[in-house]
C-alpha cells in the first residue's frame, strides 16, 4: 500500500462496532461452561498472592499460559481472525507468550507472586481484580449484554491485563521481563481498535498499559518475595 | 454476464428462482424480510466494452458483509441479499480484502437458489501472492462459476495482476477486466493506466463532495469507453450523518429524492459516465431505498449544480 500518509485510522477498520462485540458474545457461548472454572481459579489466584505458596508460584504461571493459549485459539483463531485477518498473525505471538509464560514460570520457577506493599504491588492487584471481575461488567455498563462479557481466558483485553496486573507483583529478574511486552502492545493495539470504532472502552486497555509501565519503572525492592501485609 | 454455481446446470437455477427462492427466504422468517408485489426494476447502464447491461445500483460489502461466522449476522446479510435481488439488483462487488465478506456472500448466493448475479471481485495480494490462485479461491468463497468482474485492489501489483487478468480474460475464465482506487487516491496512476490499458471498468471514490474525478478521469472514462463503478457513494455513512435532522429541499421532489441517500446517490447516478454505484448496507430498508434512487427522474446539469450549490451550505 502507497501514500500511508493519506489514510486515517477508521480505514483500517475491517468490520463494524456490532460484529466486533458479538465475537465475545459467541465465544462465549461456544466455551460457556468454561467462564465458572475460570473465575474459580482466577479467585483462587488472587488468594494465592494474599497467602504465597512455593508451588503456587509454578501454578499461577501455569493457569496464566494456559489463559494465553486459549484465548489464542478460541478467540483469535475461532472467531475474531473470521472478521480481521490480522489477527491470524497475533496466533503464533499469544502462543509464545503462553509457552514463555510456561517455561519461565512453571518450569524454571522464575516468576513469584505475592501482594506487597508499594506503588507496584497496588497497581498489580488492582489490574488482576479489575481484569477478573469488573472487566466482565464493562459490557453492562456499555449497555450491550452480559453474555457478550469479556473474561480472562477467553477474552484478550482481560487477559493481558490480569498477565499485566500479575507480572507487577513478580520480582524483576533476569531473563522475565520480556514477558511484559507483549500485553502491553495487546493493550495498545485494542485501545487503538476500540477508539477507531469510536467505542469509549479504548481508555481501558491503554490505562491498563500505563499503569503496568509505571509499576515496572517504580523503583521497588527486587528479588526475594516479601510475606508483608497486602497492599489491598 | 449471469452466474451461477460452480459444476450445475443453468436449469437448476432458474427453477430455484422460478420456484421463488426469495419468497422461501422470507417465510423463513428472516429478520425484515417481506416480499413486495410490485417493484420498479432499477434502471440498466451498458458497460461499454461488452454490452452488457447492468443495474446502476449494486451492492458493496465493505464491513457490512465482514461478519465472520455469526449465525444471527448472517441470516442479516442474507436478507439484505434477498431485499437486493428482488428489487432487481444484480451486481454484488467484493475483496479478499473485506475480511469474510466473500464467504458471506457466497453463503447467500447458496441460500438464495444462486438467482443472477453480477459477481464483481478484486484479486489483492500485499504480500506479492499469486493472483490467479487467489481469484480461485474468491471464486469457490462465491460459488460462481466465473467472476464477471475481476478488479485489481487498490492498484496493489498493478501490473502483474493486470497481465493475469487479461489472460484469465482472453481464455474466458472472467468478463470484465478492472482496476480500483477509493478516498481519491493514486488518480494520477490510475488515469496512465486507463490511457494505457483496455480496460473495462474502473473503480472510484465518487460522491456530491468527492468530485475530483469530474475533472480528468470521468471524462477520460467515457472517451475510453471504461465503464465506472463508484464505490464510497456515502463516505461510509458520513455524509448521511451529515444530513441527519437537516430537512431535504422541497425542489428533491422534483428529482424523485425523498431522503438524503436517495439524493446524493441520485447526483452520482446522473454523472453521464457512472455506470453503477455501490452502496454498502446492513439494512433492508436501506437497500430498497438505494435502488429506489436509481428510478427517474435524474437530476440534470442544472440541478446538479444547484445540488452542489445547496450541500455547500452544511
Given at each position: 500500500m502507497q501514500e500511508w500518509w493519506s489514510y486515517r485510522p477508521g480505514d483500517f477498520l475491517l468490520f463494524s462496532p456490532r460484529t466486533y462485540w458479538r465475537l465475545f458474545q459467541l465465544a462465549n457461548e461456544k466455551l460457556w461452561p468454561l467462564q465458572i472454572?475460570?473465575?474459580?481459579?482466577?479467585?483462587?489466584?488472587?488468594?494465592?498472592?494474599?497467602?504465597?505458596?512455593?508451588?503456587?508460584?509454578?501454578?499461577?504461571?501455569?493457569?496464566?499460559?494456559?489463559?494465553?493459549?486459549?484465548?489464542?485459539?478460541?478467540?483469535?483463531?475461532?472467531?475474531?481472525?473470521?472478521?480481521?485477518?490480522?489477527?491470524?498473525?497475533?496466533?503464533?505471538?499469544?502462543?509464545?507468550?503462553?509457552?514463555?509464560?510456561?517455561?519461565?514460570?512453571?518450569?524454571r520457577g522464575r516468576l513469584t507472586f505475592a501482594a506487597e506493599r508499594g506503588v507496584a504491588g497496588v497497581i498489580g492487584i488492582a489490574l488482576y481484580v479489575y481484569a477478573l471481575a469488573l472487566h466482565p461488567l464493562v459490557a453492562l455498563v456499555a449497555g450491550r449484554p452480559l453474555p457478550g462479557g469479556e473474561v480472562i481466558g477467553i477474552a484478550p483485553d482481560p487477559t493481558a491485563i490480569a498477565t499485566l496486573g500479575l507480572l507487577s507483583l513478580a520480582p524483576r529478574r533476569t531473563g522475565t521481563r520480556p514477558l511484559i511486552i507483549l500485553p502491553i502492545l495487546w493493550c495498545l493495539a485494542s485501545a487503538f481498535t476500540l477508539r477507531t470504532m469510536g467505542a469509549s472502552e479504548g481508555w481501558i486497555p491503554l490505562t491498563a498499559a500505563a499503569l503496568a509501565i509505571l509499576a515496572h519503572a517504580w523503583p521497588r525492592r527486587n528479588g526475594s518475595r516479601t510475606n508483608a501485609a497486602p497492599a489491598c | 454476464m449471469r452466474n451461477r454455481r460452480i459444476d450445475e446446470p443453468m436449469s437448476i437455477y432458474r427453477r430455484a428462482i422460478l420456484k421463488g427462492g426469495l419468497a422461501a427466504i422470507a417465510v423463513a422468517g428472516l429478520p425484515g424480510f417481506a416480499p413486495r408485489a410490485e417493484t420498479t426494476r432499477p434502471e440498466r447502464r451498458v458497460i461499454p466494452s461488452s454490452g452488457v447491461s447492468i443495474p446502476v445500483v449494486g451492492l458493496g460489502t465493505w464491513i457490512t458483509f465482514n461478519v465472520g461466522t455469526d449465525p444471527v449476522l448472517l441470516d442479516e446479510s442474507v436478507a439484505v441479499m434477498a431485499a437486493f435481488f428482488e428489487a432487481g439488483g444484480t451486481v454484488i462487488d467484493s475483496s479478499p480484502m473485506y475480511g469474510s465478506s466473500q464467504d458471506t456472500v457466497g453463503h447467500g448466493l447458496a441460500k438464495l437458489g444462486y438467482p443472477p448475479v453480477f459477481a464483481a471481485d478484486k484479486v489483492w495480494t500485499p504480500a506479492g501472492g499469486?493472483?490467479?490462485?487467489?481469484?480461485?479461491?474468491?471464486?469457490?468463497?462465491?460459488?460462481?462459476?466465473?467472476?464477471?468482474?475481476?478488479?485489481?485492489?487498490?492498484?496493489?501489483?498493478?501490473?502483474?495482476?493486470?497481465?493475469?487478468?487479461?489472460?484469465?480474460?482472453?481464455?474466458?475464465?472472467?468478463?470484465?477486466?478492472?482496476?480500483?482506487?477509493?478516498?481519491?487516491?493514486?488518480?494520477?496512476?490510475?488515469?496512465?493506466?486507463?490511457?494505457?490499458?483496455?480496460?473495462?471498468?474502473?473503480?472510484?471514490?465518487?460522491?456530491?463532495?468527492?468530485?475530483?474525478?469530474?475533472?480528468?478521469?470521468?471524462?477520460?472514462?467515457?472517451?475510453?469507453?471504461?465503464?465506472?463503478?463508484?464505490?464510497?457513494?456515502?463516505?461510509?455513512?458520513?455524509?448521511?450523518?451529515r444530513f441527519q435532522g437537516v430537512r431535504l429541499p422541497g425542489w428533491a421532489d422534483n428529482i424523485g429524492a425523498f431522503s438524503w441517500a436517495q439524493f446524493i446517490l441520485k447526483f452520482i447516478l446522473s454523472h453521464p459516465a457512472v455506470t453503477v454505484a455501490i452502496p454498502a448496507t446492513t439494512r433492508i430498508d436501506h437497500v430498497r431505498e438505494n435502488i429506489a434512487a436509481a428510478a427517474d427522474p435524474l437530476p440534470d446539469e442544472a440541478m446538479r449544480r444547484r445540488m452542489v450549490a445547496h450541500i455547500r451550505e452544511f
Open positions: 472454572p475460570v473465575l474459580l481459579i482466577g479467585a483462587a489466584i488472587l488468594a494465592m498472592l494474599f497467602r504465597p505458596r512455593a508451588w503456587a508460584d509454578r501454578a499461577i504461571p501455569a493457569a496464566l499460559a494456559a489463559a494465553w493459549l486459549c484465548v489464542s485459539v478460541g478467540f483469535l483463531w475461532m472467531h475474531y481472525a473470521a472478521i480481521n485477518w490480522v489477527a491470524v498473525y497475533f496466533v503464533p505471538v499469544f502462543v509464545g507468550e503462553a509457552l514463555l509464560v510456561l517455561w519461565l514460570g512453571t518450569v | 499469486d493472483g490467479r490462485e487467489q481469484i480461485g479461491a474468491s471464486r469457490r468463497k462465491w460459488g460462481v462459476r466465473r467472476f464477471d468482474l475481476m478488479q485489481v485492489h487498490n492498484l496493489v501489483d498493478w501490473r502483474e495482476h493486470l497481465e493475469t487478468l487479461f489472460d484469465m480474460k482472453a481464455a474466458g475464465e472472467i468478463g470484465h477486466i478492472g482496476i480500483t482506487t477509493s478516498h481519491g487516491r493514486r488518480h494520477e496512476l490510475l488515469e496512465r493506466i486507463m490511457r494505457e490499458y483496455p480496460l473495462d471498468f474502473v473503480q472510484l471514490t465518487y460522491n456530491i463532495l468527492d468530485r475530483e474525478p469530474e475533472e480528468r478521469l470521468l471524462p477520460l472514462a467515457r472517451d475510453r469507453g471504461i465503464a465506472v463503478m463508484v464505490n464510497r457513494p456515502f463516505r461510509q455513512k458520513a455524509l448521511i450523518r
